[in-house]
């Protein structure tokens, strides 16, 4: 396994128990040996979901999968396996994920339809169903309230540290819990990452709130993370509320615009926001963290695209990770982007730096003190386009060689 | 420098005059030393000039002035200089600009109206236009026929080689030239690739006629490469015909439509698209050349498209980097398009070997024959959406470890 990234967390947080939530892990050998590569989470009764799926013309046959069964909104099981992600593999495919789920459905005795499933890793192999037959029994048995640090270990594919994140809110007059899981590093970008994410809550919200809820809070966090710039036929962010605060006097949520549910969307977003930084932090090859910040653009949506042009573009990423302020790399980003830009009005700014403005270099730009800030772990950039109040911002990384050598070499 | 790219022919062609055409080389020292940085090129009386220029929002002062003056049609002189783009540097770009179209018209004789310009280099620098003071009066006495050579390696930046094609045709019952020189290297995207290239024939042709011509010749050309989806603020692609073959009994060609332009259209779409292939065979770091054909799509469009989205993958770049048939990351590149495909029906080819097809990797898929495939130089990717007639195809290259290296360093 590669060198954990420079810019993980310093600790990997220890998470709560979610009431209504059990985990356990299980080595199948699906591709990888000699580690976990299967979770199973097991919920309570009266558990909703909601869920945000790749918007790829090519999905997996479990986006399929989860596609169909969401609409229910009811869960008892998540099955998630990492090393093969059974996308493009057909017919077969999918006979695969009825057989994953019918054998989850057995080992924790509800019905296949009420099984979740995701699948990461290469695309095109073939996924061996049985091989779920031997772990999810057992697996069921084992299931306990704690193992979340192992479950976020299960679901990694070249993910350099397990990604965990926990809040709480108060809702009515229950304290209630939000952990979340998640795995990216390649493969990574809006709509969604490759990543896979797993939010589970006790929280007794219905699907339909929670549906809302999800697709609200994914736009500025793992929407707005980007690697690569590309998409993966197996995204998907599920959100589990098992409800059980209920019983702890947490009131039944039916509305996602119920004002009781205030500290709740603060700690969700709290949570979501929490691990896509860190998906950017684990971007393969990442020795730096760049939030590029546009503001001053036509609308939001006009900021997020030119705030994507500049953190996919190669030359500006190369240049972040060759520590070089190539803010003439931003211009061209910002120019190609074919969003309304004015070359003569815009500013860039590198950390607190303004480094051009009025159509270009700022005359009391101090590349030496700009040549420190690139040294940073952490990079911000900022354009003022100086059009409008539209404001975005977007997560990214450097390239490295790293990235072409992970890549290069990932099947092999 | 570099090495010369791998990719590089065998042989760089001597080319033959073109009436009506002299050029001579110079060192400025405008950024780089110890080599050519100036290319001046001298036309007869009587040149017409058509141009495509870059879409950027942020273009260089070059491009501004070239686009002001391509109205008229008439050109006399065209400097060109490497280093600097004079891109992003304000009023005192525009100066610069103006200042050396003055000092050309002074050289050559002409009015300032009639010199064409262009720069490339770093973004953000100011350019000393006084640098072309000492170079450009010489360089016009010293102007020849021949120097093609010479010409070419005075525009290059990271390019490896020098890049030159020519082809003649029949106008009327003269033989034409058209002779045409390039740089490339990085930044290279639709539209244009950042890139310069200029073309030179001796045909009598109206300049209404030849902006036409060129338009519509750059599409499947210029306009098909991409190395890194990165649209520079400096592409420039100028065509100018001098008109000499008129005295060899050439017909004034008025419109682009005229029938007896048939064999010099061809000729046209033999030079850009050589020029064409040689930019994406000296794509920064490139080790392999990769044609990547999309048919079966609903329109041209929608298969350039979905062909832009696999060429400018970082992941099927790197793939094919490392040797690795990895379709599946073809499959991600399809689907995140977002134009029309359908999973189940397409199929992918690498060379003649399909290697998926029905929703599932080929049963009869050799991956031993495929690996050995992608050991070659120039590797032929082809996904056949049978979706519709359309039909693209646009070259690129791998993304290497020397991309990020090449790219880690430039300005440094």
């Given at each position: 396994?590669?060198n954990?990234?420079?810019?993980?967390?310093?600790?990997?947080?220890?998470?709560?128990?979610?009431?209504?939530?059990?985990?356990?892990?299980?080595?199948?050998?699906?591709?990888?040996?000699?580690?976990?590569?299967?979770?199973?989470?097991?919920?309570?009764?009266?558990?909703?979901?909601?869920?945000?799926?790749?918007?790829?013309?090519?999905?997996?046959?479990?986006?399929?999968?989860?596609?169909?069964?969401?609409?229910?909104?009811?869960?008892?099981?998540?099955?998630?396996?990492?090393?093969?992600?059974?996308?493009?593999?057909?017919?077969?495919?999918q006979?695969?994920?009825?057989?994953?789920?019918?054998?989850?459905?057995?080992?924790?005795?509800?019905?296949?339809?009420?099984v979740?499933?995701?699948?990461?890793?290469?695309?095109?192999?073939?996924?061996?169903?049985?091989?779920?037959?031997?772990?999810?029994?057992?697996?069921?048995?084992?299931?306990?309230?704690?193992?979340?640090?192992?479950?976020?270990?299960?679901?990694?594919?070249?993910?350099?540290?397990?990604?965990?994140?926990?809040?709480?809110?108060?809702?009515?007059?229950?304290?209630?819990?939000?952990?979340?899981?998640?795995?990216?590093?390649?493969?990574?970008?809006p709509?969604?990452?490759?990543?896979?994410?797993?939010?589970?809550?006790?929280?007794?919200?219905?699907?339909?709130?929670?549906?809302?809820?999800?697709?609200?809070?994914?736009?500025?966090?793992?929407?707005?993370?980007?690697?690569?710039?590309?998409?993966?036929?197996?995204?998907?962010?599920?959100?589990?509320?098992?409800?059980?605060?209920?019983?702890r006097?947490?009131?039944?949520?039916?509305?996602?615009?119920?004002?009781?549910?205030?500290?709740?969307?603060h700690?969700?977003?709290a949570?979501?926001?929490?691990?896509?930084?860190?998906?950017?932090?684990?971007?393969?090859?990442?020795?730096?963290?760049?939030?590029?910040?546009?503001?001053?653009?036509?609308?939001?949506?006009?900021?997020?695209?030119?705030a994507?042009?500049?953190?996919?573009?190669?030359?500006?990423?190369?240049?972040?990770?060759?520590?070089?302020?190539?803010?003439?790399?931003?211009?061209?980003?910002?120019?190609?982007?074919?969003?309304?830009?004015?070359?003569?009005?815009?500013?860039?700014?590198?950390?607190?730096?303004?480094?051009?403005?009025?159509?270009?270099?700022?005359?009391?730009?101090?590349?030496?003190?700009?040549?420190?800030?690139?040294?940073?772990?952490?990079?911000?950039?900022?354009?003022?386009?100086?059009?409008?109040?539209?404001?975005?911002?977007?997560?990214?990384?450097?390239?490295?060689?790293?990235?072409?050598?992970?890549?290069?070499?990932?099947?092999?």
């Amino acid at each position: 396994m590669a060198n954990v990234s420079p810019l993980a967390p310093a600790t990997v947080p220890e998470l709560p128990t979610v009431a209504g939530v059990r985990l356990a892990t299980a080595s199948a050998a699906i591709r990888y040996e000699g580690r976990t590569d299967v979770l199973l989470a097991v919920f309570d009764k009266g558990t909703t979901v909601a869920g945000v799926l790749t918007r790829s013309k090519c999905p997996s046959a479990p986006v399929d999968w989860c596609r169909a069964r969401l609409a229910q909104g009811r869960a008892r099981a998540l099955v998630v396996n990492s090393g093969i992600a059974n996308a493009f593999t057909g017919t077969k495919g999918q006979v695969a994920v009825k057989r994953t789920a019918a054998l989850a459905a057995e080992a924790v005795g509800c019905k296949a339809t009420e099984v979740f499933i995701a699948s990461t890793g290469v695309i095109g192999e073939p996924l061996d169903a049985e091989k779920f037959a031997r772990v999810l029994r057992p697996a069921a048995l084992a299931a306990r309230p704690e193992n979340w640090k192992a479950a976020a270990r299960a679901i990694m594919t070249t993910d350099t540290f397990p990604k965990l994140a926990t809040a709480t809110a108060r809702l009515g007059s229950a304290q209630v819990r939000i952990n979340g899981i998640a795995k990216g590093a390649g493969m990574i970008a809006p709509d969604m990452a490759t990543m896979l994410s797993f939010v589970f809550t006790d929280a007794p919200i219905a699907a339909p709130a929670l549906r809302t809820l999800l697709k609200r809070e994914v736009v500025d966090t793992f929407n707005a993370v980007t690697v690569d710039g590309d998409t993966s036929t197996s995204d998907t962010a599920l959100l589990f509320a098992t409800g059980a605060a209920a019983h702890r006097g947490a009131p039944m949520i039916r509305n996602a615009s119920d004002r009781r549910l205030a500290e709740f969307v603060h700690a969700l977003h709290a949570v979501l926001a929490d691990l896509a930084e860190q998906i950017a932090r684990d971007g393969e090859g990442a020795r730096k963290l760049v939030r590029i910040t546009v503001k001053g653009a036509v609308s939001k949506h006009s900021a997020r695209r030119i705030a994507l042009s500049i953190a996919n573009s190669p030359l500006v990423k190369t240049a972040i990770a060759g520590e070089d302020a190539n803010w003439g790399r931003v211009v061209m980003a910002v120019g190609k982007a074919g969003e309304p830009a004015k070359r003569d009005r815009l500013s860039i700014y590198f950390g607190e730096t303004r480094v051009a403005a009025a159509g270009a270099r700022d005359p009391s730009y101090d590349e030496k003190k700009v040549s420190a800030y690139m040294k940073r772990d952490v990079i911000d950039l900022t354009v003022d386009l100086k059009l409008g109040r539209g404001l975005d911002r977007v997560l990214t990384c450097d390239l490295t060689k790293d990235y072409v050598a992970i890549n290069g070499d990932y099947r092999s």
